[in-house]
């Protein structure tokens, strides 16, 4: 069995900043991708940055520059620290894994989500 739990987000002011972490536990052989999306009330679930397991980042356009996606590939943990937040962040922010599990099956697992919101 898999789980993936994000934590850290909360509410913020505008160019506040917040740090999401993801930790994925349980027989996990190798982790391949891990990535950030969000998800905004009435919108389409969209990709936020994504980290290969060598460390090869991609950045959607709304967060480059300002979000910062890394991982501690021994704590099997994605973070993602975003700076100069604004207003329209404000989502449930998920992560997303690419695991390969004890026994050979590789599959995508889902966090719960975070909710973030950037408003004063």
């Known amino acids: 069995q898999v789980q993936v739990v994000e934590s850290g987000g909360g509410l913020v002011q505008p160019g506040g900043s917040l740090r999401l972490s993801c930790a994925a536990s349980g027989s996990i052989f190798r982790i391949y991708t891990m990535d950030w999306y969000r998800q905004a009330p009435g919108k389409r679930r969209e990709l936020v940055a994504s980290?290969?397991?060598?460390?090869?980042?991609n950045y959607a356009d709304s967060g480059k520059g300002r979000f910062t996606i890394s991982r501690d590939n021994a704590k099997n943990t994605v973070y993602l620290q975003m700076n100069r937040l604004k207003p329209e962040d404000t989502a449930v922010y998920y992560c997303?894994?690419?695991?390969?599990?004890?026994?050979?099956?590789?599959?995508?697992?889902w966090g719960q989500g975070t909710q973030v919101t950037v408003s004063s």
């Open positions: 980290i290969g397991s060598g460390g090869s980042t």
């Open positions: 997303f894994a690419d695991i390969q599990v004890e026994g050979g099956r590789r599959w995508g697992y």
